[in-house]
Nanobody, 125 residues
């Protein structure tokens, strides 16, 4: 059974930092891209960042570019999201996503087959 387990969320003041982790079990995703999405109350789940299988290519949403960094450790089957200079508008539930195929958009929730349970990030002003 495949599981993605996120950790590292919490409450932080504006300008602070958090590091999210997503540990996968049940299969390896070392040959596929992985991603972080987020969903604020009343809004759709949007892509925050994604990383290719080797970790040498990344993509960021414009709203987080220069502040967030995605990375992965394939030996640990884990992906990370370092979040710096956090803003109140970053408040959301953050989800880790993985796939075991090479078709489908990487920028849409439909492109992913496995999801974590989500971790709450709250940034106070």
């Amino acid at each position: 059974q495949v599981q993605l387990v996120e950790s590292g969320g919490g409450l932080v003041q504006a300008g602070g930092s958090l590091r999210l982790s997503c540990a996968a079990s049940g299969r390896t995703f070392s040959t596929y891209p992985m991603a972080w999405f987020r969903q604020a109350p009343g809004k759709e789940r949007d892509l925050v960042a994604l990383i290719n299988w080797s970790g040498d290519t990344t993509y960021y949403a414009e709203s987080v570019k220069g502040r967030f960094a995605i990375s992965r450790d394939n030996a640990k089957n884990t992906v990370y999201l370092q979040m710096n200079s956090l803003k109140p508008e970053d408040t959301a539930v953050y989800y880790c996503a993985a796939r075991n195929r090479n078709d489908g958009s990487l920028y849409s929730t439909r492109g992913y087959d496995y999801w974590g349970q989500g971790t709450q990030v709250t940034v106070s002003s």
